[in-house]
């Protein structure tokens, strides 16, 4: 047993308290484990009760800001607190200061950063991987499942973040204007998807000609895998490029901006979003000085 283990064994022991992934946020004192079927698990002839998992601990680790407490600018910390809130599973969160390099840490692979997730007496370091494992294990009809209906909904925003950094470190005036297109096609390209209506909002009997999607997210009105994957990187780009390359997102982008609207108003991502003074201060040494 690593000694980060045995820290967030002894953590959730000593006091017993669980992050409740729901709009309150709040401390659930003394939280009984939760019993989960084996994924695939059916019935028994005769009626015999399913298998069961138990969650005896559940907790993340994400990335500390300034501060070394509140929360740190790393959108896959905050990818996979949306994803434990919003499958309303009962959850430890706590914050790890990196610059301190905590006793715990020491038995990691050098390099390896947050989000960690502890999941019984499981150590999970791979993000990619520990959405997976929760999407697998974390399923109905004890927790929805937040898999995206529609491939595309994925797939939009996939360069958006790629044309934003190469945006945000040039460092020539005269290349400036390339760059700043190259990103404003890739919100282009969301635009039209998010304005795009999907084939359910077409009711093919109906006189209605519908032009316009009206849907408050990615994949429809419930945020998805693919809502926990974009919007924190649009929450950076946001507050980055205004901050170091006064680039706002137009307001023409009516798609753009419903989508973020509806998103700010959900606390699942509000209330995971880092201040805006620990993204400028992530990219004060990335934003490239154009000369």
Known sequence: MTPLLRAALRSAARDGTWLQGSSEGSWIPEAPPTALPEPGATPAAGGAPLQFLQIRVLALSILAGLDGENIGNCPFCQRLFMVLWLKGVKFNVTTVDMTRKPEELKDLAPGTNPPFLLFNKELKTDFI??????????????????????????????????????????????????????????????????????????????????????RKFLDGDHLTLADCNLLPKLHIIKIAAKKYRDFEIPEDMTGVWRYLNNAYACDEFNHTCPADEEIEHTYASIARKMT
């Not at 297109?181 to 909002?201: C, G, I, M, Q, S």
Request: hydrophobic share 35%; no cysteine.
């Open 129 to 214: 991987k520990i959405e997976e494992f929760l999407e697998q294990t974390l399923g109905p009809p004890t927790y929805p499942h937040l898999s995206p209906k529609y491939k595309e909904s994925f797939d939009v925003g996939s360069d958006i973040f790629a044309k934003f950094s190469a945006y945000i470190k040039n460092p020539r005036k005269e290349a400036n204007i390339n760059f700043e297109k190259a990103l404003l096609r890739e919100f282009h390209r969301l635009d039209v998807y998010l304005n795009t209506p999907l084939p359910e909002e077409i009711d093919q009997d109906s006189v209605e000609d519908i032009t316009i999607s009206k």
